[in-house]
């Protein structure tokens, strides 16, 4: 397994480490346009209500030190 591991990080390392190929462009190159289409609109979703639950007070005790 250690080996399949050593292979699989030889492998990445020398792919990723190598130089980009350089291309050369023979004349001109066409850069390609995405074509957007449009939609009909939509209405707006309506808000979420979401009931908020009052919070709770907390009480906290005060600190007791007890020595025996």
């Known amino acids: 397994m250690?080996?399949?591991l050593a292979v699989l990080y030889?492998?990445?390392?020398?792919?990723?480490?190598?130089p980009a190929p350089v291309h050369h462009?023979?004349?001109?190159t066409a850069i390609p346009v995405a074509v957007v289409k449009t939609v009909r609109?939509?209405?707006?979703?309506?808000?979420?209500n979401v009931p908020l639950v009052?919070?709770?007070p907390v009480v906290?005790?005060?600190p007791t030190l007890?020595?025996?």
């Open 66 to 68: 007890v020595v025996r």
């Open 54 to 56: 009052t919070p709770q």
């Open 25 to 28: 462009a023979t004349g001109l």
């Open 2 to 4: 250690l080996a399949g």
């Open 41 to 48: 609109p939509t209405p707006p979703a309506p808000p979420i």
């Open 10 to 18: 030889v492998v990445l390392f020398w792919g990723l480490t190598r």
């Open 60 to 62: 906290i005790p005060p």
